[in-house]
């Protein structure tokens, strides 16, 4: 009876971390989504770079954008992807080089979405 009850105890544990698990992937989804169609473009220097703990396939960026009102620190969750490596991120870093960023600075923006953004293949310019 007891092994009945930590069986089924566990099941719903199992279900409620997956259901929470991907319900957060959801709103990431849709987090990235928001910023690909309101996000604008901006001249960065990356300060930091972090991997994501557990997950390879985004990085952590401290920045420095340049917007028209002059720079603004920003910190970017971003998609490590196929043209977008580690090594061109870490190069950026140590040598200073400006990257282009799409990115949300609107203050009236979920904070939640505005810490997702996109480092662009492209030079900046």
Do not use: N
């Not at 007891?2 to 544990?13: N, R, S």
């Not at 199992?14 to 709103?27: D, E, H």
Request: overall charge positive.
């Amino acid at each position: 009876m007891i092994a009945l009850g930590v069986v089924g105890f566990t099941l719903v544990m199992v279900t409620f971390l997956g259901l929470v698990f991907f319900g957060i992937s959801a709103s990431q989804k849709k987090a990235y989504e928001q910023v690909r169609l309101e996000g604008q473009r901006y001249i960065a220097v990356i300060k930091e770079l972090h991997p994501m703990r557990g997950d390879r396939g985004r990085v952590a960026l401290l920045l420095k954008l340049e917007t028209p009102s002059g720079p603004v620190g920003k910190r970017l969750i971003v998609p490590l992807q196929v043209v977008v490596i580690w090594d061109f991120l870490m190069t950026a870093r140590v040598t200073e080089r400006p990257v282009s960023v799409h990115c949300l600075l609107s203050p009236i923006v979920e904070e939640a979405v505005t810490q997702f953004g996109f480092v662009l293949e492209d030079t900046p310019g």
